[in-house]
């Protein structure tokens, strides 16, 4: 059904967890499927120095959940908001049609959580 | 090593017997003829069709002549619903046919009946179900009218394994108009439950090959005799002229000696059951936040369904299939029309609770070793994954 990736990532997620004090935080509920993605991000020097997700959903969702935290690991902000649901599929080895809503989803939440980041940095 | 493979989703399909397999395998290369030929490769092949009609019939109760075989259960749905709909029209029907389904009927009897109603064929009525899944008879009872022509209820749901009243519904139907066709669709009940058509008072039924340790791509459909119907499938006139095309023999031949099978493993249900039972009380036990979905009094011997709350039912089935556990779900995330089932919904359960379900259904390969071996790999996915959730 899925790819290697998939299924790796599936079984032995990376960056997975509560974060405590972070700086930017972004959930994201899919209505269409019930799937609630979390991420969380701690931004230093305009860099994300450390992220990550909780996620309630199907194997689709937990794998983009830990590669997008890999792939926006200590990126900048303006490269971080850059990924796209492609970038994340294509980073699993392809998903199924019928899935690519969950890399969206994951998309979603990480400019959700940046958008959090910059709204507490301008309050500070 | 190979690795442990448990297989726990008998309510999908089911490994062919091997006494199945032996018995169809000469119809393949050796009893190869048409038992539409009059010389005698068509007699060997027709014997075996001949015999197998007959398996049936004895099992149900009914005469040899009133089963038609058919590709599959889906087949037999369609066929029933156009088939008794056509015919009301062809017959010189005026005023618009009513038929009634209930709203945890297979897909297969569900579109078709949908498909007529947006023709503007028949009027329909789903019937609703309660909390346990159960058709109730009073809810039947305000549903039928007077241009009700047929009633449509599955024996036994393929999810929640609830068992419908078809007895009493027969009963309730045949006194209040002895005209209105009364089907059941049995393909899960079979291998369970009586499916003495005089005792459950139904017109119709569909069964299904491989949910009974046969092929599949087979199927059949018990109609008394007498029932108007139109065939689905016109061609050289096979089945009494209603259900044309070359016998599918080995595939009949299976289905025949399944149902046989069916009637010698009888004893068999009990030991599903204690397995079941087990399996169920150990999940209660050892897992936190489930529910059991439907009811446990009429419940299929071998049907488990949980919901796992705070965790979504496709992940656990992926995490399970990757250590040879093979379940399945009611979860949106494994369709691909991201609804969830629409037997859930019927039953009343959030989309959440239906998110987090899981079914489990036991079969004849199923092993107290497996039941314990299953628990132990279940609870660790879980608490996995609600880890992950957070939850």
Avoid at chain 1, 16 to 41: A, H, R, S, T, W
Avoid at chain 1, 46 to 59: M, Q, R, S, V
Avoid at chain 2, 204 to 210: E, K, P, T, V, Y
Avoid at chain 2, 294 to 302: F, I, Q, S
Wanted: aromatic share 6%.
């Amino acid at each position: 059904m899925y790819s290697k990736e998939v299924i790796k990532h599936f079984k032995n997620p990376k960056n997975m967890g509560f974060m405590k004090d972070p700086d930017g935080v972004g959930e994201i509920g899919n209505p269409q499927c019930g799937d609630i993605l979390k991420l969380y991000i701690k931004v230093k020097n305009n860099k994300i120095k450390d992220i990550k997700f909780e996620t309630l959903g199907c194997a689709v969702a937990i794998a983009v959940s830990s590669v997008i935290t890999e792939m926006a690991k200590n990126k900048t902000i303006e490269q971080a908001l850059e990924l796209t649901e492609e970038n994340i599929a294509e980073k699993l080895g392809g998903l199924p049609q019928f899935k690519m809503h969950c890399s969206n989803l994951a998309a979603q939440a990480l400019k959700k959580a940046i958008k959090n980041y910059r709204k507490r940095d301008l309050s500070r | 090593m190979k690795k442990k493979e448990i297989y726990l989703d008998n309510a999908a399909t089911t490994p062919v017997d091997s006494a199945v397999l032996k018995k169809m395998q000469p119809y393949f290369n050796k009893k190869y003829g048409n038992s539409s030929s009059i010389h005698k490769a068509g007699d060997s092949a027709r014997k075996g069709l001949d015999e197998a009609r007959q398996q049936i019939s004895t099992f149900l109760n009914c005469l040899s002549e009133e089963i038609y075989f058919t590709g599959g259960a889906t087949e037999s749905n369609n066929w029933l619903i156009y088939g008794v709909v056509d015919k009301f029209w062809e017959n010189g029907g005026k005023n618009k046919p009513h038929i009634i389904i209930s709203s945890i009927e297979h897909k297969a009897i569900i579109e078709p009946a949908k498909y007529l109603e947006e023709k503007n064929l028949v009027e329909v009525t789903i019937l609703p179900v309660n909390k346990q899944g159960i058709v109730e008879l009073d809810e039947v009872k305000k549903a039928i009218k007077k241009n009700t022509i047929l009633v449509s209820v599955m024996y036994a749901n393929s999810e929640i394994g609830s068992i419908q009243p078809i007895k009493q519904i027969g009963e309730l139907i045949k006194k209040t108009n002895q005209e209105i066709v009364f089907h059941t669709d049995a393909v899960q009940a079979i291998n369970y439950l009586n499916c003495n058509v005089k005792y459950l008072n139904v017109d119709a039924l569909s069964i299904s090959g491989h949910k009974i340790y046969g092929p599949k791509g087979v199927g059949a459909l018990y109609l008394k005799k007498g029932i108007p119907i139109a065939p689905l499938i016109r061609g050289g006139g096979q089945e009494h002229g209603l259900r044309s095309g070359t016998e599918n023999i080995p595939g009949i031949v299976g289905l025949g000696e399944a149902i046989n099978l069916v009637s010698k493993n009888n004893k068999d249900n009990n030991r599903i059951k204690t397995l079941r039972n087990k399996l169920i009380t150990g999940i209660m036990k050892d897992i936190p936040n489930v529910q059991l979905n439907g009811t446990l009094e009429y419940r299929l011997p071998n049907n488990i369904h949980f919901s796992f709350l705070g965790i979504e039912g496709e992940g656990i089935l992926i995490e399970l299939s990757e250590q040879g556990i093979y379940v399945s779900t009611g979860s949106a995330c494994a369709s691909h029309s991201l609804k969830p089932s629409h037997v859930l919904s019927a039953i009343g359960l959030s989309d959440e609770e239906s998110h987090s379900s899981v079914r489990f259904t036991l079969g004849r390969q199923t092993s107290n070793n497996d039941i314990d071996y299953v628990l132990n790999i279940l609870i660790k996915a879980v608490n996995r994954l609600r880890k992950i959730s957070g939850r």
